[in-house]
């Protein structure tokens, strides 16, 4: 080492330093640090801990009346008048709205018009006035009949014979759940690429096989979803059928209720988790179906709830490691 006049030392002749030693946490990755989603989440839990046992140990709720009730013979009857009632709107609803859909693509401006309209006027009137007009149509029309415009009738039909309180609740469900459906089935087929009906009508294939066999199920992934939670407001509108003399599951418990006024919650509670039973079902069928019509449209199907389930235990697992070997 040489030393300038000025008593400098000469960096060109300094020894080096030897950077410090690695250590093995010098190449681990630290985790961030998120208190407040750990504070966030214990407070959750408090509240769902407090909600829990408010429920558990009020007396109010009489869960032993709960118990009684929950599978009752006049609960399960209304019940199945529910799921009957569910199936045959949902079913007569769905085929309406796909008329419906392809009568507003149409190329007749008769056609689109009154689809239009049919689905302006359902959408705007509340489905308890459709529900009691359908009820006290017989005071409008006392027969119906087919025939002749202006001319005569070649079939005559009583009306007070044909609208009973199931055909009532059915028919009104499923004319107002027709025109929610058409828009539902609307947005699914126009969402379906228009080179996919270019190229159907290139191979020279008739109009009714390209709709069956290409567009319909190509729309079937934007319908799917869309027409469940609608079948999900289907099933809580079917209460309604009460004010038509249908005792559905929600008319059953409001009758035993006006019959047993201390079991008024607890009949509530039950009709409760029946729905909330009932949509569960139908919101599961929903995740398989779409999982189903997702085939070749996604890279990897969407986990199923099982899957995901074992996923997010194994990576709580991996993070409480990592933090734990910090």
Do not use: C
Not at 9 to 35: E, G
Not at 159 to 183: I, P
Not at 198 to 210: D, I, N, T, V
Not at 277 to 294: D, G, H, K, M, W
């Amino acid at each position: 080492m040489s030393e300038s006049p000025g008593g400098a030392v000469s960096l060109a002749t300094a020894p080096a330093i030897d950077p410090p030693p690695k250590t093995a946490d010098a190449d681990r990755v630290v985790p961030r640090r998120r208190p407040g989603r750990w504070i966030a989440t214990a407070l959750v839990l408090v509240l769902l801990a407090q909600f829990v046992h408010g429920l558990a140990t009020n007396p109010f709720y009489q869960w032993d009346r709960f118990g009684y009730w929950f599978l009752r013979p006049t609960i399960v009857d209304g019940l199945l008048i529910t799921l009957e009632v569910t199936a045959y709107s949902a079913v007569l609803g769905l085929l309406g709205g796909i008329l419906l859909a392809l009568a507003r693509l149409s190329g007749s401006p008769v056609l689109r018009a009154v689809s239009w309209t049919y689905v302006w006027v359902l959408r705007s009137v509340p489905l308890i006035v459709v529900l009691l007009f359908l009820y006290n149509f017989s005071a409008l029309y006392k027969t119906l009949s087919l025939g002749v415009p202006f001319g005569p009738a070649l079939f005559t039909f009583d009306e007070s014979r044909l609208a009973t309180d199931m055909a009532v609740a059915v028919v009104g469900l499923s004319l107002n759940e027709a025109a929610y459906a058409a828009e539902v089935v609307r947005g699914g087929i126009l969402s379906v690429d228009q080179g996919q009906h270019e190229a159907a009508a290139a191979l020279g294939l008739p109009r009714g096989h390209r709709f069956r066999r290409i567009v319909f199920p190509q729309a079937l992934r934007s319908i799917t979803p869309n027409y469940v939670n609608q079948l999900i407001g289907l099933i809580k509108s079917t209460s309604l059928v009460f004010y038509v003399s249908l005792l559905d599951l929600f008319g059953t418990a409001q009758s035993m209720g006006s019959t047993y006024p201390g079991d008024i919650v607890p009949l509530l509670l039950v009709v409760t988790v029946w729905y909330l039973i009932l949509t569960t079902v139908v919101s599961v069928a929903q995740f398989y179906v779409e999982r189903y019509y997702a085939r070749g449209a996604t890279r990897t199907l969407p986990p199923t709830p099982l899957q995901r389930l074992r996923t997010g235990v194994a990576d709580v697992r991996e993070r409480l490691r990592r933090e734990a070997a910090v």
